[in-house]
């Protein structure tokens, strides 16, 4: 079993749906990543939160400590939004990140 | 644009060879970190150095070496090349170390490709 899950795999949405991808690790951390991936390859950071939830823009990330579980919302959906979603932990002594498989993420017009 | 370069972007070679791929951070950062990404394996962390000097290592084969010179910039080297080191390779950079609650900024990646 991987130390960090995510589901969907694939999530298929129309324009302007309210989108949310799930996280859940299984292993100590010290912070939760939340990272986009676009086709052309490029990884950008979106979020890094250990505790409550954060906002940016129409993007809202949460993280349940107790529960090992975080979720990634996205609202209004716009085409622009198909990535790749990656969740990243930091575990271990030295805090190296552990990834999920990530989710990929289309928006249909 | 996050301030992280890397070159080349894209490499292609034959089995048993050695390549070197190179890695600016952004300005300031004085730690930097490997990733690899392949197909079945997804992202991995490779290993990780701070001002210079090798901090982590992750899932590094003994083929593979790194390090990170007097300016910051870093190189990690790949030798002895077999088909399943294709993958596309990037390199991130922080202020501080991972530990310290920092977020990471991604290079480009450089996409290799072993023939």
């Known amino acids: 079993k991987n130390e960090v899950e995510q589901s969907p795999q694939n999530l298929t949405a129309q324009e302007g749906e309210f989108i949310t991808i799930n996280c859940s690790y299984s292993?100590?951390?010290?912070?939760l990543h939340w990272l986009q991936q676009h086709p052309g390859g490029g990884i950008v950071s979106l979020f890094m939160?250990?505790?409550g939830k954060k906002k940016h823009g129409r993007l809202i990330a949460t993280i349940n400590i107790q529960e090992k579980h975080s979720s990634l919302h996205i609202t209004a959906s716009h085409p622009r939004d198909s990535a790749v979603y990656i969740c990243?932990?930091?575990?271990?002594?030295?805090?190296?990140?552990?990834f999920g498989k990530g989710t990929k993420l289309s928006v249909k017009p | 644009d996050s301030g992280v370069t890397q070159t080349p972007k894209h490499l292609i070679t034959a089995t048993g060879q050695r390549v070197t791929l190179r890695c600016s951070p952004r300005?300031?950062?004085?730690?930097v970190y490997w990733y690899q990404q392949s197909l079945d394996q997804g992202l991995q962390f490779l290993i990780q150095?701070?001002?210079?000097?090798?901090?982590a290592k992750g899932n590094i084969l003994e083929r593979f070496s790194a390090q990170q010179f007097p300016d910051l910039h870093s190189e990690l080297n790949l030798s002895s090349l077999e088909l399943g080191d294709s993958a596309l390779y990037f390199c991130?950079?922080?202020?501080?170390?991972?530990?310290?609650?920092?977020?990471?900024?991604f290079g480009p990646g450089t996409r290799l490709l072993v023939l």
């Open positions: 150095y701070y001002n210079g000097e090798e901090r």
């Open positions: 292993v100590g951390i010290s912070a």
């Open positions: 939160l250990s505790s």
């Open positions: 991130a950079s922080s202020p501080r170390p991972t530990g310290y609650g920092e977020t990471q900024y």
């Open positions: 990243a932990v930091s575990a271990g002594s030295q805090g190296n990140l552990i």
């Open positions: 300005s300031g950062d004085l730690s």
